[in-house]
Every structure is written in C-alpha cells, then in structure tokens.
Nanobody, 120 residues
Framework: QVQLVESGGALVQPGGSLRLSCAATGRILSIYGMGWYRQAPGKQRELVATITSASSTNYADSVKGRFTISRDNAKNTVYLQMNSLKSEDTAVYYC??????????????WGQGTQVTVSS
C-alpha cells in the first residue's frame, strides 16, 4: 500500500516562510505528477501548484512568485517552499501524487493534510 506523509505545517507570522514536505512510502515503481492543494475553512479545496515528472511546474495565480514546488525523485518526495506568507494562505495543505504501484496500476494518492496558519 502507498502512503503519503506530510510535514512542515506550522503557525507563522505574515511575511514569514515555511517549507512543506510530502514523502511517499510503500511499494512504488514510479511517480508521475505531484502537487499541492489547500482548503481554507468554509472554502473548496483549490490547486496550489503542480510538478510533472519532467519538473515542469504550474502555479495558482495567488501564489505565483511566492511559492516554489520541487521534487526529489530519489526520495519520492515533493516540497512546497512558501515565502512572503499572507493571512489568506491559511489552510490545510494536501499533497498528491500519481503513483505506479507494484500492481502496475496508476493511482492518485493524497496526504493526510498539514495545517498552515499565518497570523500575528
């Protein structure tokens, strides 16, 4: 079974920085796309950033220039570096990966979520 384990969420002041990590464990043959989503209280889950297996990236307009997504294929890990954080970035952040497991099937997996709170 494949699991995604997230870390790095915290309380941070406006203007501060955080780095989220998400590592995949289990019987993994390959990982294609990776991404981060977030869900603020009372709002729908929204896409934050994605990165392909070729490291092509895409960002929501609201985070462009402030957030950077990256991946370490040797560690089956995706990162989200968040700078110049704003109160509106407060949300639960979820990672996702398209994984080829030992059954040779491609499935989309989600992390458990990590809370990011931006407040003074």
């Amino acid at each position: 079974q494949v699991q995604l384990v997230e870390s790095g969420g915290a309380l941070v002041q406006p203007g501060g920085s955080l780095r989220l990590s998400c590592a995949a464990t289990g019987r993994i043959l390959s990982i294609y796309g990776m991404g981060w989503y977030r869900q603020a209280p009372g709002k729908q889950r929204e896409l934050v950033a994605t990165i392909t297996s070729a490291s092509s990236t895409n960002y929501a307009d609201s985070v462009k220039g402030r957030f950077t997504i990256s991946r370490d294929n040797a560690k089956n890990t995706v990162y989200l570096q968040m700078n110049s954080l704003k109160s509106e970035d407060t949300a639960v952040y979820y990672c996702t990966m398209e994984v080829i497991g030992s059954d040779y099937l491609q499935k989309k997996y989600w992390g458990q979520g990590t809370q990011v709170t931006v407040s003074s």
